[in-house]
Structures are given as C-alpha cells and as structure tokens.
C-alpha cells in the first residue's frame, strides 16, 4: 500500500464515523468540522533480515603445510618430515588419518616430497577424492651406518608415539598405514607384517626386502591371525632390478591366500617409476581409510 492510498482510506474512515451508522441508537450526534489532513507521514519499509553467506575458509584452497622435526630422545635423533593437511589449523578438534611412507636407500626423508606426495595429497582433498590425512616422512640417512640397525625401534617405540601425541592423529590401527619403496619397502615388510597390531594397510613398492627377513617371511604370515592381516597393496615394474624377489613375496601371499593388491607394471627400479605411481598410491591408502570413517 503507498502513500496516498493509506491517506485516502483514513480520510474515508473518519468521514463514515461521522454518520450516523457510526453512533450508538437513539443519540443524536452533533456534526463535527473534519479537519483538513495534514501532509502524510512517510514511511520506511523495515528491510527484510537475509541471513549472510558464510564466507568459504581460505584453507580450503590452499597447500597443506610441510614441517621439519625431531625426536631428540633418541640416539641419533630421529629427524623427519610431517605433512599436515589443508586446514588443519582451522579445526583444532579434528584427528585425521595417519601414513607413514619410508624412503630408498641412499635417498632422505624428502625423497617422497620429491616425488610429489604432498601435492598429490592437497589436489585429492580439494577435490573431496579422500578424507585430509597426515603423512610421515622418517629419515633413515644411517642406513649404512651402525646406527643404522636402531631405525625399527626408533620408529615403533619412538616416532610413532612422538607423532601421536603431538600431531591429531587417529592413533588406533585402522587408521595408521605403513608404506615404503626399495629399502622402504624392505623395512615394510619386517616392521608391518612383524607388527600388524600397529597398521591397518601397508604398501610394498618394488620393495628390497632384507636377506635376513626373506627366509621367514612366509613364516610370519602364517603365524599371523587373519583377523589381524593389514590390507596390502605390492607392485614392481617388469624391469626392476628386484622383479624376482617381488614375485617370490607374491608367490608367498597367494599360497597363504593372503588377501591383496597386486600390480606389474612397466618400469624399473628409479624415481621416474615411483613418481608416475604416487597418485595411484595415496588413492589406495584413501580408499582404506574411507572403508572405516573416522569418527570425533
């Protein structure tokens, strides 16, 4: 209704109220003079309350971030690389997955971050390919070294608890894998089917597994619940350098009707081969994860 109408429709009012019709029966009303009306008040509309369009967090766009650090308690000091997911700082009550991926021998904690993990990682969560998870990328630098034997009991009595207990990870089996190409892949084997109550996946890839290890291997899986075998993914390229032992191990899972992954592809035993593979890697890990959601 605007102005005039609202004008009008009062200046009617006040005239039928003048008329008899208005007045209680048997009085008689005296006429009254009906005063000219007086310039109409004006009348702002209240605007209508629309709720405000929640302003996208800028994380959500951007690069996880990629830390040093150590644990100083050890001997040496166990140093490594942690990769923190978009976002993480913004959702202090969130806990995340948790991977562990070991590097070659003669290579250092940043051969992963290389071959491009972490921006693998960043494009599958903006995407909403995967739910945001942590990586762990250990230094084992001693490897030729006396040190270098002390790396499987820093990394299970050490570094695992360190990273529990300073990052938000969902510290229980089914959300820590374990994965690692050639030595990384050797330190796999001994430390993830030797304790599977810590890994609920693990990734063999062309892995160098240790001659100390390979005669029990077959032993270990054996004696190990089927309840409790981590889910496993193994590949080697055709022409790797340790194509034969890979096919050994492959050979070893089947018999035991171990229940995994299994990819020959072409290739051999160098980061060009591992880097044409890392997406396909981190997917996997993903799809572990997304068969048990995190819960808060």
């Known amino acids: 209704m605007n102005t005039r109408q609202a004008v009008t429709i009062i200046a009617s009012l006040v005239f039928l109220c003048g008329l008899p019709a208005c007045a209680p029966s048997g009085e008689v009303v005296q006429a009254q003079a009906v005063p000219s009306p007086t310039a109409a008040a004006t009348f702002t509309a209240t605007p209508t309350s629309v709720p405000a369009t929640p302003t996208p967090l800028t994380c959500l766009t951007q690069p996880g971030l990629i830390k040093q650090d150590v ?3 050890t001997k040496p000091p166990q140093e490594f690389m942690i990769y923190l997911p978009p976002c993480y700082e913004s959702f202090p009550d969130q806990r995340y997955p948790v ?7 003669t290579y250092n904690q940043d051969q992963w971050v290389r071959l491009g993990a972490p921006v693998i990682a960043d494009q599958m969560i903006h995407a909403d390919e995967s739910l945001p998870f942590i990586m762990v990328f250990p230094d084992d630098r001693y490897w030729n070294s006396a040190a270098g034997p002390g790396f499987g009991n820093r990394f299970i009595n050490d ?7 300073n990052y938000r990870t969902l510290a229980d089996r089914d959300h820590r894998s374990l994965g690692g190409l050639s030595r990384g892949g ?7 089917l030797g304790h599977p109550e810590l890994f609920g ?10 001659r100390d290890d390979a005669p029990y291997v077959g032993q270990i899986i054996a ?19 340790e194509f034969t032992r890979a096919m050994l191990l492959e050979a070893i899972l089947v018999e035991a009707d171990y229940l995994h992954e299994f990819h020959r592809f072409t290739g051999d035993h160098s980061e060009l081969y591992w880097g044409a593979h890392t997406a396909e890697y981190l997917n996997w890990y993903a799809r ?4 048990t959601p995190p819960t808060q």
Request: aromatic share 10%; glycine share 8%.
């Open 288 to 291: 572990v994860w997304q068969e």
């Open 99 to 105: 991977l562990y991926l070991l590097h070659g021998q």
């Open 159 to 165: 570094l695992i608890p360190y990273v529990d207990q």
């Open 201 to 210: 996946a693990l990734g063999l890839h062309s892995p160098a597994i240790f």
């Open 186 to 192: 050797g330190w796999t084997v001994q430390l993830g």
């Open 223 to 241: 004696a190990m619940p089927p309840d409790l075998r981590p889910k496993l993914w193994l590949d080697v390229g055709d022409s790797d350098m």
């Open 71 to 73: 644990v100083s308690t």
